[in-house]
């Protein structure tokens, strides 16, 4: 994946859980990718390497590459305007710091290049550090974006052995968990659950 669409001159980094978990000396199966181009030339570009692909969450710009059994999600460089709840628009970009901004906690906004170049705009390695899970910006607004991220919060304190809490979270996360049921459908609520379990 890496080769060909570096052969096209497209910047594609790894992202998210596969990055958090080499920063926590972990291994990882879920390998995720940041790339330059528009879903549409991500898609091109596998067929034409007859790579198979899933396109379900080509509107927010997910291209799933299908290799073996192994699957690949590749995301567009974007921006997500007019959040609420779990709903978002999408605006592709080609600005790194703004597809970051976007993300849930500094850990996940950090990417890595195929030979091994850290970007951290949110000193997420440090968050890794110091055992805590810490919002990009405002907690108050990052979780009415998206009331799932309250569970996603709980999830990744268990990536510790001795987790740092950060005052004033605990307060603001349940204060809008009622909002979980309401934003939220029971499959994406279990699906997070069995993640964390």
Same mark, same amino acid.
């Given at each position: 994946?890496?080769?060909?669409?570096?052969?096209?001159?497209?910047?594609?980094?790894?992202?998210?859980?596969?990055?958090?978990?080499?920063?926590? &000396? =972990? *291994?990882?199966?879920d %390998?995720?990718? !940041? @790339?330059?181009?528009?879903?549409?030339?991500?898609?091109? +570009?596998?067929?034409?390497?007859?790579?198979?692909?899933?396109?379900? &969450? =080509? *509107?927010?710009?997910? %291209?799933?590459? !299908? @290799?073996?059994?192994?699957?690949?999600?590749?995301?567009? +460089?974007?921006?997500?305007?007019?959040?609420?709840?779990?709903?978002?628009?999408?605006?592709?970009?080609?600005?790194?710091?703004?597809?970051?901004l976007?993300?849930?906690?500094?850990?996940?906004?950090?990417?890595?290049?195929?030979?091994?170049?850290?970007?951290?705009?949110?000193?997420?390695q440090?968050?890794?550090?110091?055992?805590?899970?810490?919002?990009?910006?405002?907690?108050?607004?990052?979780?009415?974006?998206?009331?799932?991220?309250?569970?996603?919060?709980?999830?990744?304190?268990?990536?510790?052995?001795?987790?740092?809490?950060?005052?004033?979270?605990?307060?603001?996360?349940?204060?809008?968990?009622?909002?979980?049921?309401?934003?939220?459908?029971?499959?994406?609520?279990?699906?997070?659950?069995?993640?964390?379990?």
């Amino acid at each position: 994946i890496i080769e060909l669409f570096e052969k096209e001159k497209h910047d594609i980094r790894f992202v998210g859980g596969c990055v958090r978990d080499a920063l926590l &000396g =972990k *291994k990882s199966s879920d %390998i995720d990718f !940041v @790339i330059s181009c528009d879903p549409n030339t991500t898609a091109k +570009l596998l067929i034409e390497n007859k790579i198979e692909i899933l396109e379900y &969450g =080509k *509107k927010y710009g997910t %291209i799933t590459a !299908v @290799i073996g059994k192994n699957f690949f999600e590749i995301t567009s +460089l974007r921006e997500d305007k007019n959040q609420s709840g779990r709903y978002t628009q999408v605006q592709f970009t080609d600005d790194w710091q703004k597809d970051a901004l976007r993300r849930d906690f500094t850990f996940n906004a950090i990417n890595i290049n195929p030979i091994g170049k850290i970007e951290d705009y949110f000193n997420g390695q440090n968050d890794i550090k110091l055992q805590q899970v810490k919002f990009i910006g405002s907690i108050e607004e990052r979780i009415q974006e998206d009331y799932l991220r309250i569970l996603r919060y709980f999830r990744f304190l268990g990536l510790f052995e001795n987790p740092n809490l950060i005052d004033g979270y605990e307060e603001v996360l349940y204060k809008n968990l009622p909002q979980i049921r309401k934003h939220v459908s029971n499959n994406q609520m279990r699906h997070e659950l069995l993640k964390m379990l």
